[in-house]
């Protein structure tokens, strides 16, 4: 019988080890199909922004419906719940440059985060209200978009430079 203890034992140690290494793969795995959707959202915010900007900087004609559907959508996308794509540990620190640009001070007790966000979701509102109505009024709605964007990006991401 104490032949058969130290196989079995060691068997279960494996087994044990294996059961961890697995379900960190998976919560790594996890993590970073969180970081992938984020950073695809903010691709979409990008791309509607752009649409935006390039209009009222007159490099594209003023189109009324293309401005209120670019608009709504930047209002759609600011008022999705981020939790789950924002999981504590997904920060450049954690993770490395190549993965994310999120820095730690997010998860850091009295971050803002919350109210940089509550920002963006009036400002993306104003937007929708006045993109479709001229071209003037997008480009008076357009600065607080930017701004709400710049002000989180400048506290809670890694600059490019």
Known sequence: MRHLTLPVLGLALV???TTVANS???ANAAMLKAIEARQAQMQLYAFNLG???AMAKGEMPYDAGLASAAAGNLAQLSNLNGAA???MGSDIDSLGKDVTTALPAIWQSGSDVGAKAA???DATAAMR????ES???LQGAIGAV???CGGCHKVYRQSDS
């Open 15 to 17: 087994a044990s080890f």
């Open 24 to 26: 960190d793969t998976a």
């Open 51 to 53: 649409q935006l900007g």
């Open 85 to 87: 794509v924002w999981p």
């Open 119 to 121: 920002a963006l979701r």
């Open 129 to 132: 209200a006045a993109a479709g």
């Open 135 to 137: 071209l003037e009024a």
């Open 146 to 148: 930017g701004a709400s």
